[in-house]
């Protein structure tokens, strides 16, 4: 199982279609706050995130209180000023996969908490700005299950 972290997540459906490859793959899902949306029952449904219930979800108020309460795991982030290609990482159960906002990616003041190596990236055409998020989790996400040769999943 791995940990997918959400970092001040701005548009809802992408968090919900993260939230259904989490319910999906037994990954847990760490949202970190403020987020662009409100995680009630009325707004969720109105977003189409109807599989809260049915995935593992944590919050934490910052950062910080995420960060301490992943200390002893191993944390990548996905950025496009990595240098290190997704691919070339051996991902094992446990490690926290760390996704930016839609609009603004990972700040520098928390790229800055990460190893270089541990700062990855997708192949794009160098003009590109970024994938969309929710593709970008499914695709690293896979990866490190293919990995573990999608244990517990059928």
Do not use: W
């Not at 791995?2 to 993260?18: C, Q, R, V």
């Not at 160098?126 to 970008?136: G, H, K, V, W």
């Amino acid at each position: 199982m791995f940990e997918i972290a959400l970092y001040e997540p701005e548009i809802p459906p992408n968090t919900g279609n993260i939230m259904r490859l989490c319910a999906n793959t037994g990954c847990r899902l760490h949202l970190i706050h403020p987020l662009g949306f409100n995680l009630d029952e009325k707004s969720l449904r109105r977003a189409g995130l109807d599989y809260r219930d049915a995935a593992t979800i944590h919050e934490y108020d910052n950062f910080e209180a995420f960060n301490a309460a992943m200390k002893n795991k191993n944390l990548f982030a996905l950025t496009t000023k990595g240098s290190t290609n997704y691919t070339e990482i051996s991902f094992k159960q446990g490690d926290v996969l760390l996704f930016g906002p839609e609009t603004r990616g990972l700040p520098a003041e928390v790229l800055e908490t990460i190893t270089t190596q541990n700062k990855l990236r997708l192949p794009m055409l160098e003009d590109s700005r970024s994938l969309n998020l929710s593709n970008t989790v499914a695709i690293v996400s896979y990866e490190a299950l293919r990995q573990q040769n999608f244990a517990g999943l059928a």
